[in-house]
């Protein structure tokens, strides 16, 4: 139980593009999903956190309009990189939060993105 | 605030050997403490939590942690290294009062060696 999915597992897209990313739960519903972004050889770092039916609470430094946040249902979420640029590269990461006590985080496989 | 610190960024052992990576944490509340695993290019999965229940910890793949309040640490081990166990290692603190938001320390690369 408890499993989260990611599409796509890969993406390359042409700088000044858009890019969708969703993230979906497959086997529960979850009010508050996370995006995280992660470089190469460095940790997890969190973008946003998502509440189903409102808008995201983004991290500071990241641009909202940017990466845009759906979380339109309790099993889906997407992110979208609005205009990408090479610097956007990255593996992007989400999890889904099931309370159990507390709120306990399932995460995705991840999605590369890969921006020429 | 909330902060996690793991001491190593690469650990090397060799198979059957003991692991041991370590992670010291802080936080001004009674914390949720969690080790993940990450294998090359694939999400994280999760090793063991701990969530103010018993102090010791134990995990997947014969992996385990304690709790040391008075340490302030959490680090996690295993008795005997296995090949599969090369990754990277996140520990990870969580603060109920944040809903949730979890807060990953940097990382440890584990190399296994045959």
């Known amino acids: 139980g408890a499993v989260v999915s990611q599409h796509p597992s890969r993406v390359i897209c042409k700088s000044g593009t858009s890019v969708k990313i969703e993230c979906r739960s497959l086997?529960?519903?979850?009010?508050?999903m996370f995006w995280y972004r992660q470089f190469p050889k460095q940790s997890l770092m969190l973008m946003a956190t998502s509440n189903e039916g409102s808008k995201a609470t983004y991290e500071q430094g990241v641009e909202k309009d940017k990466f845009l946040i759906n979380h339109a249902s309790l099993t889906l979420s997407t992110l979208t990189v609005t205009s990408a640029h090479p610097e956007d590269s990255s593996f992007y990461i989400c999890s889904a939060g099931l309370v159990r006590g507390h709120i306990e985080q399932f995460f995705g496989p991840g999605t590369r993105l890969t921006v020429l | 605030a909330q902060s996690v610190t793991q001491l190593d960024s690469h650990v090397s052992v060799s198979e059957g050997t003991p692991v041991l990576l370590r992670c010291n944490y802080s936080s001004s509340y009674s914390p949720s403490l969690f080790w993940y695993v990450q294998h090359p290019n694939k999400g994280l999965q999760l090793l063991l939590k701990y969530t103010s229940a018993a102090t010791l910890v134990k995990g997947i793949n014969g992996f385990e942690a304690e709790f040391k309040k008075s340490e302030t640490s959490f680090h996690l081990t295993k008795p005997s290294a296995h090949m599969s166990d090369a990754a990277e290692y996140f520990c990870?603190?969580?603060?109920?009062?944040?809903?949730?938001?979890?807060?990953f320390g940097q990382g440890t690369e584990l190399s296994v060696k045959p």
């Open positions: 990870v603190v969580s603060a109920d009062n944040q809903g949730g938001k979890l807060i």
């Open positions: 086997d529960f519903q979850a009010t508050t």
